[in-house]
């Protein structure tokens, strides 16, 4: 008997794994930072080991990745190095499971793969074999620890929305032209807050008036000319990276900016969006006011080109486009009699789709083109109904005056600690303090005059915008109204379409009269730039017409 016996303690020593690899993980940046937990697994496997004369080959760490995936860097790592042949160990020693995975079908799957290349997962906390009892085993492990992941991930979240309707910031960095404070303190934890950057939030109000205004030599911009426009000026990301389609676009969608920071908005795995029911909405204090920011998201809409057909910007017709049936809503497009001598606007639907769909409608085209422009030019353009449309803006003006008093304060605060500080580097040299040659004592010079130069051009944009050629008076709309009046009705088709496309929104054809709808940005805009035409085609708000009043 003490045959059979003695071959099997052999053969079992033959297959013990004599090389092994640790693989050690967290799944927290804060467990990570405490340095903790890691040197404990260490700790514990290095014994583990030594207790069985096992020899550590190779260590493998990913701190502060979650295990509910496979997607970290130093498992793959060892993945590739066990399955790539003639692997440096035998096996992979984890604390439990869990460390190595928290998916169960992503563990049974890599368990599997490394036996086929024989290496073993052997868990420290939850020793098991290879028998059909122990796989069983380590499988109900897997799906507990699962459930267990989406349970506290479960409570997490729950407990971070709440964390959020209070108002307070739950973490990861805050978005371009805020910054993280201290709100108060509970117990050992401080809560946080979004405040405005002093400096950053001056080049979000660039960019969003470069969206709506331009930079006074030229209308509106779209989002690629004004990342151009902040490259070519020196205008750089937090990271001090250029500004690209992307992110520029990110900033100018994101509600952070009116005061609505919404936190859950997507599934962080798959990035899909979730029900606004689930969203968040916490208040912050706004760098743009909501009236403006929902005139550049119309803007955006207006210019995205799948919402204008390329016909109804290059087109012969004056108002292609434009005009729209008020029975159905569908667009107004040239018809011509048997000989082509007679030219008319009909609804498109009717002719499309049969009267079934809508009775429709025509006019000579002549006569609408004429009755159109004459009316913007005689009712609408005129100095003292465009002043009148201004009222509201002009009285805003004045109640901005206190909000850019506040600005520049703050401001002068930021380039007056950038300049205390740099004041203090250079005493610092001038006593001997610090050695002049000290390659990091340059870098955080530069870096400091970086801060004051960027503070500065700051301060002297705000200090700017208070300047009287930035605000609108009554001489400029007289001037501008002029130069509108003469763009509406004189000059080539193609040039007076693409005028009006800027002025107005559309023209609503009924069988009694003809209504023309427009919005007063649009006024503001062409009266801050003299009357020229903005770029861009506006979107179909219609505002002019709130009470059926005016416009008719």
């Given at each position: 008997?003490?045959?059979?016996?003695?071959?099997?303690?052999?053969?079992?020593?033959?297959?013990?794994?004599?090389?092994?690899?640790?693989?050690?993980?967290?799944?927290?940046?804060?467990?990570?930072?405490?340095?903790?937990?890691?040197?404990?697994?260490?700790?514990?496997?290095?014994?583990?080991?030594?207790?069985?004369?096992?020899?550590?080959?190779?260590?493998?760490?990913?701190?502060?990745?979650?295990?509910?995936?496979?997607?970290?860097?130093?498992?793959?790592?060892?993945?590739?190095?066990?399955?790539?042949?003639?692997?440096?160990?035998?096996?992979?020693?984890?604390?439990?499971?869990?460390?190595?995975?928290?998916?169960?079908f992503a563990l049974e799957y890599h368990v599997r793969k490394l036996r086929k290349h024989n290496v073993r997962l052997v868990s420290i906390t939850q020793d098991l074999g290879?028998?059909?009892?122990?796989?069983?085993?380590?499988?109900?492990?897997?799906?507990?620890?699962?459930?267990?992941?989406?349970?506290?991930?479960?409570?997490?979240?729950?407990?971070?929305?709440?964390?959020?309707?209070?108002?307070?910031?739950?973490?990861?960095?805050?978005?371009?032209?805020?910054?993280?404070?201290?709100?108060?303190?509970?117990?050992?934890?401080?809560?946080?807050?979004?405040?405005?950057?002093?400096?950053?939030?001056?080049?979000?109000?660039?960019?969003?008036?470069?969206?709506?205004?331009?930079?006074?030599?030229?209308?509106?911009?779209?989002?690629?000319?004004?990342?151009?426009?902040?490259?070519?000026?020196?205008?750089?990301?937090?990271?001090?990276?250029?500004?690209?389609?992307?992110?520029?676009?990110?900033?100018?969608?994101?509600?952070?900016?009116?005061?609505?920071?919404?936190?859950?908005?997507?599934?962080?795995?798959?990035?899909?969006?979730?029900?606004?029911?689930?969203?968040?909405?916490?208040?912050?204090?706004?760098?743009?006011?909501?009236?403006?920011?929902?005139?550049?998201?119309?803007?955006?809409?207006?210019?995205?080109?799948?919402?204008?057909?390329?016909?109804?910007?290059?087109?012969?017709?004056?108002?292609?486009?434009?005009?729209?049936?008020?029975?159905?809503?569908?667009?107004?497009?040239?018809?011509?009699?048997?000989?082509?001598?007679?030219?008319?606007?009909?609804?498109?639907?009717?002719?499309?789709?049969?009267?079934?769909?809508?009775?429709?409608?025509?006019?000579?085209?002549?006569?609408?083109?004429?009755?159109?422009?004459?009316?913007?030019?005689?009712?609408?353009?005129?100095?003292?109904?465009?002043?009148?449309?201004?009222?509201?803006?002009?009285?805003?003006?004045?109640?901005?005056?206190?909000?850019?008093?506040?600005?520049?304060?703050?401001?002068?605060?930021?380039?007056?600690?950038?300049?205390?500080?740099?004041?203090?580097?250079?005493?610092?040299?001038?006593?001997?303090?610090?050695?002049?040659?000290?390659?990091?004592?340059?870098?955080?010079?530069?870096?400091?005059?970086?801060?004051?130069?960027?503070?500065?051009?700051?301060?002297?944009?705000?200090?700017?915008?208070?300047?009287?050629?930035?605000?609108?008076?009554?001489?400029?709309?007289?001037?501008?109204?002029?130069?509108?009046?003469?763009?509406?009705?004189?000059?080539?088709?193609?040039?007076?379409?693409?005028?009006?496309?800027?002025?107005?929104?559309?023209?609503?054809?009924?069988?009694?009269?003809?209504?023309?709808?427009?919005?007063?940005?649009?006024?503001?805009?062409?009266?801050?730039?003299?009357?020229?035409?903005?770029?861009?085609?506006?979107?179909?708000?219609?505002?002019?017409?709130?009470?059926?009043?005016?416009?008719?």
């Amino acid at each position: 008997m003490a045959g059979p016996l003695t071959a099997t303690v052999a053969g079992a020593e033959k297959e013990a794994p004599q090389r092994v690899a640790l693989y050690m993980r967290v799944s927290t940046g804060r467990q990570a930072e405490s340095d903790l937990s890691i040197p404990d697994q260490r700790h514990q496997a290095v014994a583990f080991c030594k207790a069985r004369g096992w020899n550590v080959v190779a260590e493998f760490v990913d701190a502060g990745l979650s295990g509910t995936d496979d997607k970290r860097p130093e498992l793959q790592r060892l993945l590739d190095i066990a399955t790539g042949g003639g692997a440096p160990f035998d096996a992979v020693v984890v604390h439990s499971f869990s460390r190595f995975a928290r998916d169960h079908f992503a563990l049974e799957y890599h368990v599997r793969k490394l036996r086929k290349h024989n290496v073993r997962l052997v868990s420290i906390t939850q020793d098991l074999g290879d028998d059909p009892m122990s796989v069983m085993v380590r499988q109900v492990f897997a799906l507990f620890d699962e459930y267990q992941s989406k349970e506290n991930a479960k409570h997490v979240l729950r407990a971070m929305k709440e964390n959020a309707r209070q108002g307070f910031w739950n973490g990861a960095a805050a978005p371009y032209g805020y910054a993280i404070v201290a709100a108060e303190q509970r117990g050992a934890k401080t809560k946080k807050k979004l405040a405005i950057d002093p400096v950053e939030s001056e080049a979000v109000r660039l960019i969003f008036k470069l969206i709506r205004e331009g930079d006074g030599t030229s209308g509106p911009m779209g989002v690629k000319a004004v990342a151009t426009w902040l490259n070519d000026h020196g205008y750089r990301t937090r990271r001090g990276a250029r500004w690209g389609i992307g992110p520029l676009h990110k900033l100018i969608t994101c509600t952070t900016y009116k005061g609505e920071h919404r936190f859950n908005t997507k599934v962080w795995k798959t990035r899909e969006a979730k029900p606004e029911s689930e969203q968040v909405v916490v208040p912050v204090d706004p760098i743009i006011d909501a009236k403006t920011f929902d005139a550049v998201q119309a803007q955006l809409k207006a210019r995205n080109p799948k919402s204008t057909a390329p016909r109804t910007v290059t087109g012969p017709i004056l108002l292609t486009g434009l005009a729209t049936c008020a029975s159905c809503g569908g667009g107004m497009t040239l018809r011509t009699g048997k000989s082509g001598r007679y030219r008319y606007y009909a609804c498109a639907t009717c002719a499309q789709k049969g009267k079934s769909a809508c009775k429709g409608r025509a006019i000579p085209m002549d006569k609408l083109d004429t009755v159109v422009t004459d009316r913007i030019a005689d009712q609408l353009l005129t100095p003292r109904h465009v002043e009148k449309l201004l009222t509201g803006l002009m009285e805003r003006q004045t109640a901005r005056d206190e909000d850019h008093a506040q600005r520049l304060r703050a401001l002068k605060d930021k380039l007056n600690d950038a300049e205390e500080r740099l004041k203090r580097l250079y005493q610092a040299i001038e006593s001997g303090i610090a050695d002049p040659g000290d390659p990091t004592l340059k870098d955080r010079i530069a870096a400091v005059k970086t801060e004051r130069d960027i503070a500065q051009i700051a301060h002297d944009r705000a200090v700017a915008e208070l300047r009287p050629d930035a605000r609108i008076t009554e001489d400029k709309i007289e001037t501008a109204v002029a130069v509108m009046r003469a763009n509406v009705l004189d000059g080539a088709i193609p040039f007076r379409r693409s005028y009006l496309r800027a002025l107005i929104d559309n023209v609503e054809v009924d069988d009694t009269e003809i209504r023309i709808h427009g919005r007063t940005s649009v006024l503001e805009r062409l009266v801050m730039g003299k009357g020229m035409a903005p770029a861009g085609v506006p979107s179909f708000v219609r505002k002019w017409r709130a009470r059926k009043d005016s416009n008719l």
